[in-house]
């Protein structure tokens, strides 16, 4: 079953401790994405990755870092986590190189930083 | 001033009603523009996507793109309970992907 995967679904941590949500694909697609979703802001990207070793800053990249070694996998990394990054987050994947090409969203991922 | 602006509603319609919703924005590179159901507790998924101005038919929705006045629409028609979620309309920009803030939509039977 294609799909995109994340984890831990859940995760309440405490302000400045590092933390990574993994996201994993198995469609062989080479563009990935972080958003986040927050109410009355609606999603946002935080970072994009065209291919492997490739990738970009969204509109929201402060505070996280990502890589992107493997083509199925691109982690998303707080390295100090603070409350303002409390969020309900999505990974998502397309292939090719426009979005004329449907985007898989994973499950999400919500995050309380207290 | 955002770059993509969607009403968030909510708005509530009978069964069977037209539903019409819409996006300005101010940025006139966006290349792709696009409309994403969003269940509630589930990731978005595409519904339509649209390059040029235009209409773009499928099934029960209408995606419309006016590029001279920055204004995408989506319409449905004959809508259904079932189609009660929340719609994101998106613009893309090489791999930068803008999303509108969502309209909740709720279809009463």
């Known amino acids: 079953e294609a799909q995109v995967t994340q984890n831990p679904r859940y995760l309440i941590t405490v302000t400045g401790k590092k933390l990574t949500v993994t996201c994993s694909q198995n469609?062989?697609?080479?563009?990935m994405s972080w958003y986040r979703q927050d109410p009355g802001l609606g999603l946002r990207q935080i970072y994009y990755?065209?291919?492997?070793?490739?990738?970009d800053k969204g509109d929201v990249p402060e505070g996280y870092k990502v890589s992107r070694k493997e083509k199925r996998n691109f982690p998303l990394i707080l390295e100090s986590p603070s409350p303002n990054q409390t969020s309900l987050y999505f990974c998502?994947?397309?292939?090719?190189?426009?979005?004329?090409?449907?985007?898989?969203f994973g499950p999400g991922t919500r995050l309380l930083v207290l | 001033q955002k770059e993509v602006e969607q009403d968030p509603g909510p708005l509530s319609v009978p069964e069977g009603a037209i539903v019409s919703l819409n996006c300005t924005y101010s940025?006139?590179?966006?290349?792709?523009f696009m409309w994403y159901r969003q269940y509630s507790r589930k990731g978005p998924e595409l519904l339509m996507y649209?390059?040029?101005?235009g209409n773009k038919e499928d099934g029960r929705f209408t995606a419309q793109v006016d590029k001279s006045s920055k204004y995408i629409s989506l319409f449905i028609r004959d809508s259904q309970p079932s189609d009660s979620a929340t719609y994101l309309c998106?613009?893309?920009?090489?791999?930068?992907?803008?999303f509108g803030q969502g309209t909740e939509l709720s279809v009463k039977p």
């Open positions: 998502a994947s397309r292939a090719g190189g426009t979005f004329q090409e449907t985007q898989y």
């Open positions: 469609m062989n697609h080479e563009y």
């Open positions: 990755s065209m291919n492997v070793e490739v990738t």
């Open positions: 940025n006139s590179a966006f290349q792709y």
């Open positions: 649209t390059y040029s101005s």
């Open positions: 998106a613009m893309s920009l090489g791999g930068k992907l803008i």
